[in-house]
């Protein structure tokens, strides 16, 4: 009986297995939709990668990530891979023998690329929810899809409209940034509270359109070159910048912003919120260097500049907490079982690693009740291999650091992208040099020139090079 038994549930098993479709049982999957009468296709399978531009012809391969050229290349927005079977999944092909009516728009074109093989699609907007997709490869190849799936997915199909950008100066100017405000890419929802803070952190409640961002440009500020960002965190509820930054801010070129009614008394989520917006907001008017935004806070704000950076070592390249820091440590203070708690979760894999490139220099005095938990804190930074200092000031107590104790620390922080800039300037130097005669059409001539532009954006060499490649500055 327990055999025959066996036996049947074997065979129900293997009947089972062979109803399965092929990819639960292991077999490759076949593609869910047929891509063959879909728009997002090369030689009958899904594209590569894909661009949109304002004219037909094509982005020449390495140029397509270089912002100083996206104006020049008539660069709109560069598709995900997430796209093509989205945009192909709601794509309604049209009969060929559907007559379609003229159009007077100016379209935009759609270029995909798999291995060596590309297309170049037309797409007219024939009225604000339609977007016509045509081949004018194969004129009978055309699609109509909803305009609000490329909003869904991200993708702005407007030409990207000029920054109203700050005008240049002469001397520092402070100025409150209109609205409307921009939203960070960051949000601090639970969702992202629980992965990146790892805290109990309320809930957001800021309304952004009723924030109020200040900033002061530096002397000598060009709106045409990106500028480095200090995030001021302001224990109380004035943003405006401090008079001790303005040395080095305008000696080093930075862009200094803060919140106002953003102090101590702020619940945490609103208050780090508001300023990952107001960056955002502030590279609506300016151009700006995402990979130079340092931190720095004083008191309650320096705990602030401690979390926002170990929690988002990505977006920012170093603090410099003032009388207050916070860390991912349950800091014993030598009272017992008694500690200091941890503020923010400890970042694991390549965060961490990031972390680990990063600068921190924290402020505080020989007077001010923080010092003991901020040595601590800096040395069980230390101990986890974080390029982490801290100046003990003689006599000073829970108050603001001269402008020059200030400078000293700041610039040990920006001592790491002030060191790459001189390795880039030489090594741009010299590619520029050796292929000073070389025939810039040359595919390893166009590598290198290319390589030029990454390696310093924006600068007089990376506009040398991109002159050889036949893009010049805009006037």
Not at 85 to 110: F, G, K, M, V, W
Not at 167 to 195: F, K, Y
Not at 372 to 379: A, D, F, N, Q, S
Not at 448 to 475: C, F, M, N
Request: glycine content about 6%.
């Amino acid at each position: 009986m327990r055999r025959s038994t066996h036996a049947c549930l074997l065979s129900i098993c293997a009947i089972l297995i062979l109803a399965l479709p092929p990819s639960a049982s292991g077999y490759a999957r076949q593609p869910s939709i047929p891509v063959d009468d879909k728009p997002m296709q090369i030689e009958g399978r899904v594209p590569r990668s894909g661009l949109i531009t304002s004219s037909p012809d094509p982005i020449p391969e390495g140029l397509e990530d270089i912002e100083m050229l996206r104006d020049s290349l008539g660069l709109i927005h560069v598709l995900e891979p997430k796209a093509f079977s989205a945009i192909n999944r709601i794509a309604d092909q049209i009969d060929p023998e559907t007559p379609i009516a003229q159009h007077d728009d100016t379209p935009i074109y759609l270029h995909i690329r798999r291995g060596t093989s590309s297309a170049v699609l037309a797409m007219h907007r024939p009225d604000d929810d339609t977007l016509l997709i045509l081949d004018p490869a194969a004129p009978q190849r055309r699609w109509t899809i909803r305009r609000d799936v490329f909003d869904r997915l991200g993708i702005n199909l407007d030409e990207p409209k000029p920054r109203d950008m700050f005008a240049p100066t002469n001397d520092a100017l402070s100025l409150e940034l209109p609205q409307p405000h921009a939203e960070s890419s960051i949000v601090l929802d639970p969702g992202t509270v629980r992965s990146r803070i790892r805290q109990n952190f309320p809930r957001l409640t800021r309304v952004l359109g009723q924030e109020t961002f200040r900033v002061r440009l530096p002397s000598n500020y060009q709106p045409e070159s990106p500028a480095g960002v200090l995030v001021w965190i302001s224990p109380n509820e004035n943003g405006r910048i401090p008079t001790i930054f303005e040395p080095i801010c305008d000696e080093l070129g930075l862009i200094a912003i803060g919140v106002d009614n953003n102090g101590n008394k702020r619940e945490i989520t609103d208050r780090l919120q508001n300023h990952l917006d107001s960056i955002e907001t502030l590279a609506q008017h300016a151009n700006i260097n995402r990979q130079r935004i340092y931190l720095t806070g004083m008191s309650g704000g320096g705990r602030c500049s401690g979390i926002l950076q170990l929690a988002f070592p990505k977006h920012f390249a170093g603090a410099v907490p003032i009388v207050g820091l916070d860390t991912y440590h349950n800091a014993p203070t030598g009272n017992g079982n008694q500690y200091w708690p941890k503020r923010v979760g400890k970042p694991t894999g390549a965060n961490l690693r990031l972390l680990k490139e990063r600068r921190i220099r924290s402020i505080t005095g020989s007077a001010d009740f923080n010092e003991p938990e901020m040595t601590l804190r800096t040395k069980l930074l230390q101990d986890d291999g974080i390029d982490a200092q801290i100046d003990v000031i003689v006599g000073m107590a829970h108050t603001m650091p001269s402008a020059e104790q200030f400078s000293t620390a700041l610039k040990w922080v920006d001592e790491p992208y002030q060191n790459r800039i001189e390795r880039a300037k030489t090594q741009a130097q010299t590619i520029l040099d050796e292929t000073s005669e070389m025939d810039p059409t040359l595919p390893a001539v166009r590598r290198r020139l290319i390589e030029v532009i990454h390696l310093l954006p924006y600068s007089d060499l990376a506009w040398q090079a991109a002159g050889r490649l036949g893009y010049h500055k805009p006037d």
